[in-house]
């Protein structure tokens, strides 16, 4: 806690913030989850890495608003309501790269990740310059599931689902395969260096939770609400 300077509790020691500590392996090396963690990152790009032990591969975490590009051996995965998760895929270069937007667009253009319009841009841009050609990419999509009973006026999932599949056609790159709309919460797994997805479709007896944890960017308690469904590889 940090006192102001008015004389009352200012003679009190400041509490000191320590970093955590990186994990050393054998031989002295620092982990590689500790490695990209310390690695500079731009803006709206995923920073939450984890080694998981399902896949026993290292992984990033996308939340709402984030996306992330790569061209190593990784595990990206996010966590889908009525929100779109592109993942888009260079054959050739073997660059990959997932976005995860809430809503097409957003008053006045922002330039926040959260708007489909700027997050799409932001992910091919960044594969661009990772060495990708827009010739050589493929895209899969999912999410734009119906999570709240009822909600069908304006429906949001719907909305993200045409405008991803429209601007994709509009830029020329193919969808190979794609899992949206429906009523599913979905839990998405994406190799960047293959191009392949898993995606499990989860079951969840609190849709409106859901729904607001996914506003609020939250997807590690959306992972924890959910359970059950089925895994399909893309």
């Known amino acids: 806690m940090i006192f102001p ?55 990033v975490k996308v939340l709402p608003g984030e996306y992330y590009v790569s061209n190593e051996d990784l595990v990206i995965m996010t966590v889908l309501g009525s929100c779109i998760a592109a993942c888009i895929w260079d054959n050739k270069a073997r660059i990959g790269g997932m976005n995860h937007f809430m809503l097409p ?7 926040s990740g959260r708007y489909g319009s700027y997050a799409m841009e ?33 429906n949001v999932g719907e909305r993200n689902t045409k405008f991803v599949l ?7 790159i193919p969808v190979v395969s794609q899992d949206v709309l429906d009523i599913h919460p979905r839990k998405v797994c994406f190799f960047p260096v293959n ?5 499990k479709r989860l079951a969840h007896s609190h849709p409106e939770t859901l729904a607001v944890e996914e506003r609020k960017g939250n997807a590690a308690s959306v992972a924890k609400s959910t359970s059950g469904g089925s895994v399909d590889i893309f």
Do not use: C, W
């Open 5 to 59: 300077n008015t004389g009352v509790g200012s003679s009190l020691p400041r509490a000191t913030v320590t970093s955590p500590q990186p994990k050393i392996l054998a031989g002295g090396r620092v982990s590689r989850v500790d490695q990209l963690k310390a690695q500079p990152r731009k803006p709206g790009e995923a920073s939450f890495f984890y080694a998981d032990h399902h896949f026993q591969y290292d992984a």
């Open 122 to 154: 932001l992910l091919i841009n960044e594969m661009l310059k990772l060495g990708a050609r827009r010739e050589t990419m493929q895209a899969k999509i999912f999410g734009g599931g119906q999570v709240m009973a009822g909600f069908t006026t304006m």
């Open 195 to 199: 191009g392949k997805a898993l995606v």
């Open 166 to 172: 429209d601007y994709l056609s509009t830029e020329r």
């Open 105 to 111: 667009d957003g008053e006045g253009g922002d330039g």
